[in-house]
């Protein structure tokens, strides 16, 4: 969960929505969202089987790009122990990133925003979470999902895989890392993510390993990545003072340690812009 969010600027935003002061404008964002998921339910359906012509076969096997072999690894792992934050580009090899670009979700797969500080669009249906039982998402959904996208079958499976668990193991010099969760979002004119904390960083002392994040910035354009959701790194809630934006938004990842107390957010993006990423995190011992 995320804390920490200034009302202030949600306000100034227009994004504020609470049924005790602002109770019009917040039915008002309620119906649109009930509206919205109903047409979107409807319009999958439809979608699912039009899509089945244009499956994109999936890779050999997904590949991370140069930056992240064991041998260039300690430049991303000082990186990661001064300032508890790396950005890397080139994330994924050349071929890996085409079939993932070619292979993202349509829109139909994407939620309507909840609330006005996490206000983009994110696939709450294909959400994989391990869980206490080991379990992931609901197994109907996903069989249809994995069938129309079989990049993405891989792509979990490599991000749950050992391989990719030594990596992060060297980046953050931790004993244990497994992957606790993935999920896919889509960002477009209007989104935004209210700067914020995430609970878990108030639950534990600095410097204390639990959990890091990793947003990959898959494709976006439309306006500097400030403006076009290239989610930064901030000492506060008001985008006031910033630690770290991201210079690209293509084909790179932050990585950031959720123990420190880093604000993250993308401020209102810029008419036309548009972003998609993946987002996934790993629990550190
Ligand atoms: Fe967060």
Redesign the pocket.
């Known amino acids: 969960m995320?804390v920490n969010i200034s009302i202030e600027l949600l306000k100034k935003r227009g994004l504020f929505y609470s049924l005790r002061s602002r109770p019009l404008k917040t039915i008002f964002f309620r119906i649109k969202r009930f509206v919205f998921e109903k047409i979107r339910v409807h319009r999958r359906k439809k979608v699912i089987s039009k899509l089945e012509p244009y499956i994109v076969s999936p890779p050999t096997d997904i590949i991370l790009g140069k930056n992240f072999e064991f041998k260039n690894l300690e430049i991303v792992s000082e990186q990661y122990a001064s300032q508890n934050y790396a950005f890397i580009e080139n994330f994924f090899s050349q071929d890996t990133y085409n079939k993932i670009c070619d292979s993202f979700p349509h829109e139909v797969f994407f939620n309507y925003p909840r609330n006005g500080s996490k206000f983009y669009y994110w696939s709450e249906e294909f959400r994989w979470i391990r869980d206490d039982n080991k379990t992931t998402y609901n197994e109907k959904n996903a069989e249809t999902f994995f069938h129309l996208y079989p990049t993405f079958k891989k792509l979990f499976n490599f991000l749950n895989s050992e391989d990719m668990s030594e990596k992060v193991k060297i980046i953050t010099n931790s004993h244990e890392a497994e992957l606790y969760s993935i999920a896919l979002s889509r960002a477009k004119e209007g989104s935004f993510l209210s700067p914020?904390i995430?609970t878990i960083s108030t639950e534990k002392k600095p410097g204390e390993k639990i959990m890091m994040?990793f947003i990959y910035f898959l494709i976006g354009g439309g306006s500097s990545p400030h403006n076009s959701g290239g989610t930064g790194l901030y000492h506060d809630n008001e985008f006031k003072k910033s630690i770290f934006t991201p210079p690209t938004i293509k084909f790179s990842a932050l990585l950031y340690d959720s123990i420190e107390q880093f604000h993250?957010g993308f401020d209102v993006m810029a008419p036309g812009s548009f972003r998609w990423a993946i987002v996934f995190q790993f629990k550190l011992l």
């Open positions: 995320a914020h995430d994040n993250h």
